[in-house]
């Protein structure tokens, strides 16, 4: 992902100098690197502090960088299946010095695999892959920046996309049950109510899809996407090849921005749908020069004054605002 200082922040799941398997494989690293390509390596996990970071990072609003590791951590409750550690939440600064947040001991969840989110009351949301009370399918969890964590759901068997944010406020994502238990569309509200709101295979012969693995996003038009492993109406595979869906749950259209945050003169883009005939944009207030790329991109320039705060577009039909607020780094 690519900070508010225009680096790029990422993980290896293997590598480095230290062992963290029976294989031998080194524990994982976490690394920067500029868009001219010099990398610079910020941590090599050793274990002890989390091993085989295997999703992605975030960057939370005090600038700092968040992220889970599938191994590691101070727990030994994972030993009997081979793991060293159940796994951990970090935080690492943009210059490298990590501190480790939570470790996982199975009770609550083990082997986190989704990028975690921060949600619109400031914590982090996440879901594991093992462990909970219902014989290791899995929890949905929150945390606090501060490392204190909430199990919300048990028995989640959640996708491997993680969760978003829906301009509604509550969390959407994909389990691997459901009613016909092919999988299904879930909503939670941010205190860990779940509710499923669509479950695949309904139909026989799944023309709708099964397996939704990866997730959901939230289109600017409202709209969440995704994909499932099997389903639909190709008969080339066993059972089937997999679809591509849209879901609407009735929220309206907003913008985001790419990035997510940047210093004063950064060029960003802001995508949305029927931005032709723009006419403003401002950036927590502070108006902006603009420029429109295409009906669904404009490209607009950080102003001198802005603060971190929503980004909003006045278009004919109405003012579009973002779904979450722009970092205005210093």
Known sequence: MQGTDGNFYGVTVIGGTYICSIDEVGCGTL???????????????????????????????DGNFYGTTETGGTSSNCAVLDWVGCGNVF???????????????????????????????????GATSNGGECNGEGTIFKITPSGTLTTLVNCAEAGSGGLVQGTDG????TDLSGAYG??????????????DIYSFCSQSGCPDGSGPFTGVVQ??????????????????????????????????????????GGKVGAAVKILGTNLTSASSVTFNGTPATFTVEASSVIKATVPAGATTGTVQVVTPSGTLSSNVPFRVAP
């Open 91 to 125: 935080r690492i600064t943009p210059t490298g010095a990590l501190t480790n947040l939570y470790s996982f001991d199975w009770t609550d969840g083990a082997a986190p695999q989704t990028t975690l989110l921060q949600a619109s009351d400031g914590n982090f949301y």
């Open 31 to 61: 690394f920067k690197i500029t868009p001219g390509g010099t990398l610079t390596t910020l941590h090599e996990f050793d274990g002890s502090d989390g091993g085989n970071p295997g999703a992605g990072l975030v960057q939370g609003s």
């Open 219 to 260: 289109d600017t038009n409202g709209s969440f996407y995704g994909t499932t492993l099997q389903g639909g109406t190709g008969s080339a595979c066993l059972d089937g090849c997999g679809t591509i869906f849209s879901l609407s749950v009735g929220l309206g259209p907003f913008v985001k921005t790419q990035p997510p």
């Open 170 to 173: 509550n969390l959407y994502g």
């Open 182 to 195: 092919q999988g299904a569309i879930f909503k939670m509200t941010l205190n860990g109510t779940l509710t």
